[in-house]
T-cell receptor, first 111, second 112 residues
């Protein structure tokens, strides 16, 4: 089971770039890495996914080193509305029961 | 599109009572999931349905049963509720071949 480890919380200020790292030492060959954002009293929302190297979309970037034992979600120029819990999820579509969300990182963006 | 809908939004049960949580999606997704989230914790997978007609256990299936009624609907049943099942329950769905899960708004369940 590719369990994940993330920092419990992080603080940042508006306009800064935030990097949240997730450790997944037991990641399997077929596993993909996915990140979700969750606001209080809401279901998680997909942010980005990747397998290796770097992936970028309109809201974030995902950096994955060659050994794939960790990944870093990068949020450029955060705003107050980015205050949320961010989850790293590692899994393989052929083994749904191996998906593991972990406890997430609570990002607090200050003015 | 409503996306993923869940009913009810809130429910209070007494120990030993039974209930069914309903989930429906209108995105023609193949796979559906039930998670629970305890306070301050991440989500844990209870059951999933990779496609219509199939269901499988996730990380924490004990005390629950599921039914994939058709492609749209996936229900979760608590036969004899226990206080340890007090949690927020989320349903999610994905299209075939995708890791992007779409989540419903959740059902907040309290068992006294």
């Amino acid at each position: 089971l590719a369990k994940t480890t993330q920092p419990i919380s992080m603080d940042s200020y508006e306009g800064q770039e935030v990097n949240i790292t997730c450790s997944h030492n037991n990641i399997a060959t077929n596993d993909y890495i996915t990140w979700y954002q969750q606001f209080p009293s809401q279901g998680p929302r997909f942010i980005i996914q990747g397998y290796k190297t770097k992936v970028t979309n309109e809201v974030a970037s995902l950096f994955i080193p060659a050994d794939r034992k960790s990944s870093t979600l990068s949020l450029p120029r955060v705003s107050l509305s980015d205050t949320a819990v961010y989850y790293c999820l590692v899994g393989d579509l052929n083994n749904f029961n191996k998906f593991y969300f972990g406890s997430g990182t609570k990002l607090n963006v200050k003015p | 599109n409503a996306g993923v809908t869940q009913t009810p939004k809130f429910q209070v049960l007494k120990t030993g009572q039974s209930m069914t949580l309903q989930c429906a999606q209108d995105m023609n997704h193949n796979s559906m999931y039930w998670y629970r989230q305890d306070p301050g914790m991440g989500l844990r997978l209870i059951y999933y349905s990779a496609s219509e007609g199939t269901t499988d256990k996730g990380e924490v299936p004990n005390g629950y049963n599921v039914s994939r009624l058709n492609k749209r609907e996936f229900s979760l049943r608590l036969e004899s509720a226990a206080p340890s099942q007090t949690s927020v329950y989320f349903c999610a769905s994905t299209r075939q071949g995708s890791y992007e899960q779409y989540f419903g708004p959740g059902t907040r369940l309290t068992v006294t």
